[in-house]
């Protein structure tokens, strides 16, 4: 590029941990950095380690971080795109926090800043689908279940930036318990944390897994992986659990499907990323089922590959879009 | 307007009526017929009334059709927007008809064609919201349950001009038996059709309600101002059924919310054309407490005005955005 600033630095900031990359202008990854959140420390103490991260990857590639275009980052929680701030991240315990002025002051170079769930979609469908389909569902199954919506070409959040909030809409009326407050939200029949909890209580009931012969008794350190090993053991109940999971999240896509008709629904998270294999056939045929007649003519339904990189390629990509 | 063509016509064509409407440029109503379907009677008898419908509204403004702009249509059912067909429309027993093509034939006028709920959504946006908003979405509460958005300010309908199926939303997984073959969909618990099954389920089963003192024992001839008259009456069964019902598209409004977060949602149809003292508050209640929070910031929630004449001012929307 004419001024030599010629990449893009992409950060995906987490409750547990912070990744951030470079990537060229073409959403090459030319290098990586890692490091621990500690949300713990505070606001302040988190954004130096956000810096940090950003400088480790910047020099992790040996370039220098005056030639950087722009920094994008995706947050957890809602964000408040135009002002740079942080709404309310409850991972993190923020609140209203001015974090690309915070960040811009230790970096000097301009930052973006979006909700974690939105820049992920902004990944796939730049990195996976070539900007190409004129719409696509992002869906992101993990602890919670987010979504990002790209319509006509674009992103797209709403009024106040809020759109996209899919693992809040309201399957089973009087339902299990959301983390919300409310009940019967996707999320609390078919996220990572659901499908613990159903697994926990069921355990604590009497009910036999392989599960308890794999992490223990009280199931307290589970991960999606000891759910793929109890299935391959056979394991009944976490077929069922699964198998249900799958069939509510196919029920959430119909439902965005019916309501939107987009191009392409796209299944990511770690949740997907673990147990694609488990899940998304169902997933499909659940939301197949579930779909109004005609409102799926064309319709692509596909698992992302960017796993653990979405956030950061779709961070890079808020920073190309929006670096001047 | 310099070629003399100074006038757009709308209808509404529904099941059981045809309504055709003239209004000027500044969608000022000049006059209206209206006329029986008779479905019965196969495609090319409807589209014979449709013609004269048309026919007789300009007539009756002493207009000459010749100086129409264009006749915009919305017809209940799936309909391709570009080809101007109606690809599916249940009530009219239409499959792949070209009514865009066989109007034009009878009338000499350009002819646009576009689902009845999208329709209904435009003439609410222009002519009651004044077409400021950047983004809304309709609900139409009648027979059946569907909708219309409009998205940074135009109409948004999707891939293949399916988006807005609201009423296929699924809210209460394995719920009641839809008309659409699946279960639990939003038009399944709230519709007309709902309550008044719900209604004639409970007499048969032994409930007492002043209904069937209003219209007799099995309820066959029910109508919404019914269920208003025994509200009246202090009917308990036909309050609960109406709170119900208003709770679950109170939870369909707030699904659309925390997906699309618009600046308006819009409450049309018979239902609350004939409902909205009994069921405004209720539905409004159900959507603030079912919305994620942050996502209701800036929304207003408000019932249609339009009534009837939805389809219509829309319809003829639909003409001035596409007549050249």
Chains 1, 2 share one sequence.
Not at 158 to 176: L, N
Not at 295 to 321: F, M, P, Q
Request: hydrophobic share 40%; proline share 3%; net charge neutral.
């Amino acid at each position: 590029m004419a001024d030599g600033k010629e990449y893009f630095v992409g950060v995906d900031l987490g409750g547990t941990k912070i990744l951030a990359a470079v990537f060229s202008p073409a959403l090459k990854c030319l290098g990586k950095s890692k490091r621990s959140t500690k949300a713990e420390r505070g606001a302040q103490a988190v954004i130096d380690r956000i810096a940090r991260c950003v400088s480790d990857a910047v020099d992790e590639c040996d370039l220098d971080l005056k030639l950087c275009r722009g920094v994008g980052i995706g947050a957890p929680g809602a964000v408040d795109f135009e002002a740079g701030k942080v709404v309310f991240a409850p991972n993190l315990d923020w609140k209203d926090l001015p974090l690309k002025k915070e960040l811009e002051k230790r970096l000097e170079v301009p930052v973006f800043l979006d909700n974690d769930c939105n820049v992920c979609s902004l990944g796939v469908y730049e990195k996976e689908l070539g900007a190409k389909p004129a719409s696509m569902v992002g869906m992101f199954i993990g602890t919670g279940i987010g979504g990002g919506l790209v319509l006509e070409g674009k992103p797209y959040s709403g009024m106040s930036h809020t759109a996209g909030e899919i693992g809040h809409m309201v399957v089973q009326v009087d339902g299990p318990k959301c983390g919300c407050g409310r009940k019967g939200c996707l999320e609390a029949v078919a996220s990572r944390t659901a499908m613990f909890k159903r697994l926990q209580t069921a355990v604590k009931d009497g009910e036999k897994t392989e599960l308890t012969d794999i992490v223990g008794e009280d199931l307290s350190d589970l991960k999606s992986s000891h759910l793929r090993k109890a299935l391959k053991r056979g394991d009944k109940l976490v077929k069922r659990t699964i198998e249900d999971a799958a069939r509510y999240i196919g029920i959430g896509a119909a439902n965005l499907i019916n309501i939107l008709n987009p191009e392409y629904v796209v299944l990511g998270g770690g949740v997907i990323d673990a147990l694609e294999d488990e899940m998304f056939g169902a997933i499909v045929e659940s939301a197949r089922e579930h779909t109004f007649p005609g409102a799926d003519r064309g319709l692509k339904i596909v698992a992302s590959k960017l796993g653990d990189d979405a956030g950061i390629t779709g961070a890079a990509v808020l920073a190309r879009r929006c670096a001047k």
